[in-house]
C-alpha cells in the first residue's frame, strides 16, 4: 500500500513540473520582441472600438497627477511597460522618436511602467533610456484593469480624439507600426 501512495505522489509532482515547464514556455514566448499579436479595430477579425474609462489618475515619478482623460482632443498612444521587459526597452528609441515628431502634432504619448517598485526603479530608468514623453506608474495595475486587463507587455493602445480605443498590439512596436495606426486617426 504504501508503495501505491509513493507512485501517486510521483505521478503528481511529474504533472505538477510539466505543468510549470508549460507556463514557463508561454510566458518566455509573450515577452519575446518576435511575439506581436495586433488587435486592429479595423481588422474584421478584431472587436469593434471600445471606450474606456480614462478618468482614472496615476503619478509620474515626481508626484504629479494626470489622467488620461485631460487629453481629450489628442490622440493617444497609451504604452504600458515595464523596466524588465526586453521588447520594451527595444521599442522604447521608436516610441522617443515617434514622441519627437508628432506631440506638436495633436499626438499625446502615454507610457504607463508597471513596475510594482514605483518611482524609485521607473524614474533612473526613464533618465537613462532618454525618455521625454509622459511616464506615468501603476504598480497595482489598477490602469491596466481599465482596459481590460493587460496579458503581457508591452501593451499599446491607440485612443482616438473622442476617447475611443481603435487599435490594440500586444508585443513589440516599431516607429513604422505607430505611423499606421497613428495618421489615419491625425486625418480625421
Known amino acids: 500500500m504504501e508503495t501505491k501512495s509513493r507512485g501517486s505522489i510521483i505521478y503528481v509532482l511529474a504533472a505538477i513540473l510539466i505543468l510549470a515547464g508549460l507556463i514557463s514556455a508561454i510566458v518566455g514566448e509573450m515577452r519575446s520582441p518576435e511575439v506581436a499579436v495586433i488587435y ?3 481588422n474584421p477579425m478584431s ?3 471600445y471606450s474606456v474609462d480614462l478618468e482614472f489618475a496615476l503619478m509620474d515619478a515626481d508626484e504629479n497627477e494626470f489622467t488620461i482623460a ?3 482632443g489628442q490622440v493617444r498612444v497609451v504604452n ?3 523596466t524588465w521587459c526586453p521588447p520594451c526597452r527595444d521599442e522604447i528609441p521608436d516610441f522617443q522618436a515617434f514622441h519627437e515628431k508628432y506631440e506638436d502634432q495633436g499626438v499625446k504619448l502615454i507610457g504607463i511602467a508597471l513596475d510594482e517598485q514605483g518611482a524609485e526603479i521607473v524614474q533612473p530608468f526613464v533618465e537613462e533610456m ?7 506608474i501603476d504598480t497595482t495595475q489598477m490602469a491596466a484593469a481599465k482596459f481590460g ?3 503581457g507587455v508591452p501593451t499599446t493602445f491607440i485612443i482616438d480624439r473622442d476617447g ?6 500586444v508585443g513589440y512596436m516599431s516607429y513604422e507600426n505607430l505611423e499606421s495606426a497613428v495618421l489615419p486617426l491625425l486625418a480625421n
Not at 532618454?130 to 506615468?136: E, G, H, K
Not at 475611443?164 to 498590439?169: A, L, P, S
Open 70 to 72: 485631460q487629453f481629450d
Open 164 to 169: 475611443m480605443v481603435r487599435k490594440k498590439h
Open 80 to 82: 504600458f511597460w515595464a
Open 47 to 49: 472587436a469593434d472600438p
Open 149 to 151: 486587463g493587460i496579458y
Open 130 to 136: 532618454n525618455m521625454t514623453y509622459l511616464s506615468l
Open 40 to 42: 486592429d479595430a479595423d
